[in-house]
């Protein structure tokens, strides 16, 4: 034992110790820490439980987890279940009629509780006019904004309207509520009052405006487009027709109809080149 521990004296006493580590310099430290980018987190304490340390991967903070979603998540959800339910009716009342189609049908092709359809229509004349509202009525509102700003000729802005008509309408679903006007109307008047006063009345207005604004212009001569605008739509509900019945078997092509009309039209309103209508 004495040996042993002389020998370690000894060692001691011939021989330098060796060197320490240098003691850190709290600089230095912070800087390399600094240049090795973020550090990991300190480990947290063993919760009742669990392990000293242990740490979820993706967890979150609970403010985070139990926060409600946003208001707009919730209302882009509402709108997009009232869009389906009013696409159900659609096909529902196309594929039946309007009387035979039940709301059962329509909440099962939405994909929803007869309860949640309730919730944003009452009944069947409910969805009808949401109908109305959601495909016809902004066509007739940018309409009557477009009209009024046009600068061209009446041609022109014929072709302008028509296309307008052929592809937000005739070309789209929302033909099928004309249909559904033309076969069911008689058999529900309130529904046909409806349409008449909501998208009719305001079409024909519209045409009106169309064929004055050419008289004045000097670009016709006869004032029979403002007495009968009917003439102006009459192709359009002909191509509805007409393709409901036997487009599966001689289609007809609605643009190239209405611009043969709209040929046919002005010329026997007596349409002059917009030269020769200036004084």
Known sequence: MGGRNGGKGANAAGKPPAAAAPAAVP?????????????DPPVPP?????????????????????????????AMDKEARRRAILDAALAAFSAQGFAAARLDDVARGAGVAKGTLYLYF???????????EEMITPVLLDADAF???????????LDALLE???????????????RLMISEGPRFPELAAYYH????ARAIALLRQV???ARERGEITSDAAERFPQLIIA???????????????????????LRAHRDLLLAGLGWKDPCEARP
């Open 197 to 200: 006063r909501e998208v009719v």
């Open 164 to 178: 307008m008509l052929i592809e937000r309408i005739l070309d789209r679903p929302a033909q099928a509520i004309i």
């Open 46 to 74: 063993a919760s009742p439980g669990g392990r000293a340390g242990a740490v979820v991967v993706g967890a979150r903070p609970e403010s985070l987890r139990t926060a409600p979603p946003p208001r707009r998540t919730r």
């Open 235 to 257: 192709p359009a509900i002909l191509a509805v027709v007409w393709n409901a019945l036997f487009g599966a078997i001689d289609p007809l092509d609605p643009r190239a109809l």
């Open 122 to 132: 009452a009944d069947k004349e409910a969805l009808f006019r949401g109908l109305v």
């Open 27 to 39: 600089g230095r430290a912070a800087g390399r820490r600094a240049a090795a980018g973020p550090q």
């Open 147 to 157: 009209v009024p700003l046009f600068a061209g000729t009446t041609r022109e802005l």
């Open 211 to 213: 064929a004055r604004r």
